[in-house]
């Protein structure tokens, strides 16, 4: 699927601020930024701005930029060893001037002693204390809670893991109270392909107030997006806008049609490809408005390729 840059990025930069309600630790991939193959770096120009991005020969992304004008940016970078993310450092640029204080680092230890547990120590450049997130996981490798301490005292995630026909349900608790809920199954229509389907379900002060269901392809690809409100009069969630998806040949994106009420917005892409071998697309153009993106890609010799740690 393609994505939206700005979101890409904002998605990872928020992930460098603090983990939001339980969100758990994320490495971003070449495949993360829709590109194939061994990309050295990415130059994204859009209409809005600019980004940049560089991947070690493993395919990990080890820094991110944004630029919202020639003075303004903020530049992200990541450390990694045997594919362990050590450090994540962001850095505020204004006016072309390095801003210490809005600028933050993120350091990581993993202790695999028994079952594993991640320390997280954000601070700021300034050197002032910001947040600590221990993420501690079952035997089976998934998340169970997240412990988070600041000066203002220590909140808990619970992450409970349910098994019921089939359906894998993940619940997010903040101190006792349900925050997100995601759950997982896969359907097999009759004479069509075998889905699967995730619904996603958000809570404001513990009550339902939002929910998305996504419909995935068993290779991955987003096919329809069904957003819900949540009706407090009818104590129950209704539908608003369904998005569908279509796909060439090749995998890539071509239509994207949302429909609300009786207002249907549609989108179509069309591409340019560079002269790789695995043919990563260089421009985007999305009609009928008229956007665009164009991308400037550069890769790795073949010879350089090594294990990296």
């Given at each position: 699927m393609i994505r939206n840059?700005?979101?890409t990025f904002f998605t990872v930069f928020i992930s460098v601020l603090g983990t939001i309600q339980g969100q758990e630790i994320q490495i971003f991939t070449v495949e993360d930024f829709d590109l194939m193959g061994d990309?050295?770096?990415c130059l994204v120009s859009t209409d809005y701005g600019k980004e940049e991005y560089d991947?070690?020969?493993?395919g990990l992304l080890t820094k991110s930029v944004t630029r919202y004008n020639e003075q303004d940016y903020d530049v992200v970078y990541y450390k990694y060893s045997k594919g362990e993310l050590l450090e994540k450092r962001s850095e505020s640029y204004r006016n072309?001037?390095?801003d210490a204080s809005t600028s933050i680092a993120h350091f990581y230890e993993i202790d695999s002693t028994d079952n594993i547990k991640i320390q997280e120590r954000i601070f700021s450049y300034d050197k002032q204390f910001i947040d600590e997130y221990i993420y501690y996981y079952d035997e089976f490798g998934d998340i169970i809670s997240i412990k988070r301490t600041n000066n203002d005292g220590t909140d808990i995630t619970?992450?409970?893991h349910k098994k019921f026909k089939g359906e894998n349900t993940?619940?997010?608790l903040l101190n006792d109270l349900p925050i997100?809920?995601?759950?997982t199954s896969t359907l097999k229509p009759k004479n069509k392909p075998a889905q699967n389907v995730v619904l996603t379900k958000e809570y404001l002060n513990g009550e339902e107030n939002f929910a998305f269901e996504e419909v995935y392809s068993l290779d991955g690809k987003l096919m329809a997006q069904q957003e819900f409100e949540y009706d407090t009069s009818a104590k129950k969630f209704v539908p608003t806008t369904r998005t569908t998806y279509e796909y060439d040949q090749k995998g890539m994106l071509v239509a994207e049609t949302a429909k609300r009420g009786a207002g249907i917005i549609k989108k179509e892409y069309i591409y340019q490809y560079d002269n790789s071998e695995l043919g990563n697309w260089v421009k985007q153009i999305v009609t009928p408005d008229n956007t665009y993106t164009t991308?400037?890609?550069?890769y790795y010799p073949p010879q350089l390729k090594t294990d990296e740690e």
């Open positions: 840059y700005f979101q990309v050295k770096k991947f070690n020969k493993n072309n001037t390095f619970q992450v409970e993940v619940t997010y997100k809920s995601i759950r991308r400037k890609i550069s």
